[in-house]
């Protein structure tokens, strides 16, 4: 079993920066495919972006490319996003999930493609 654990959101002023992290309590690390979601009030939740196991593959909704980086730190069980350029449209929970696979350099960019879910952590972008 995997546990996913977010931290890191806040509320921070438009064009500001937030990083998140999600810490993975399972082994293996390396052997899942991580990505984070987000979810506004009365919004299906969304995806935001996508690495690979090896973390060599990376993919991003089209509205956060420029602005997001998802990183991961395999050693550290560790998958982070940077968020630069904050808008108040980016006002959100954030999610960050996990897909054991086999193949190292897949990522996924659908929620029913995931496994396991965090809690979420609570982003606000003030205007």
């Known amino acids: 079993q995997v546990q996913l654990v977010e931290s890191g959101g806040g509320l921070v002023q438009a064009g500001g920066s937030l990083r998140l992290s999600c810490e993975s309590s399972?082994?293996?690390?390396?052997?899942?495919?991580m990505g984070w979601f987000r979810q506004a009030p009365g919004k299906e939740r969304e995806f935001v972006a996508a690495?690979?196991?090896?973390?060599?593959?990376?993919f991003y909704a089209d509205s956060k490319k420029g602005r997001f980086t998802i990183s991961r730190d395999n050693a550290k069980n560790t998958v982070s996003l940077q968020m630069n350029s904050l808008r108040p449209e980016d006002t959100a929970v954030y999610y960050c999930?996990?897909?054991?696979?086999?193949?190292?350099?897949?990522?996924?960019?659908?929620?029913?493609?995931?496994?396991?879910w965090g809690q979420g952590t609570q982003v606000t972008v003030s205007s």
């Open positions: 999930a996990a897909k054991f696979t086999v193949w190292g350099n897949r990522y996924y960019t659908t929620r029913s493609e995931y496994n396991y």
């Open positions: 399972g082994r293996s690390f390396s052997m899942y495919a």
């Open positions: 690495i690979s196991g090896s973390g060599a593959m990376r």
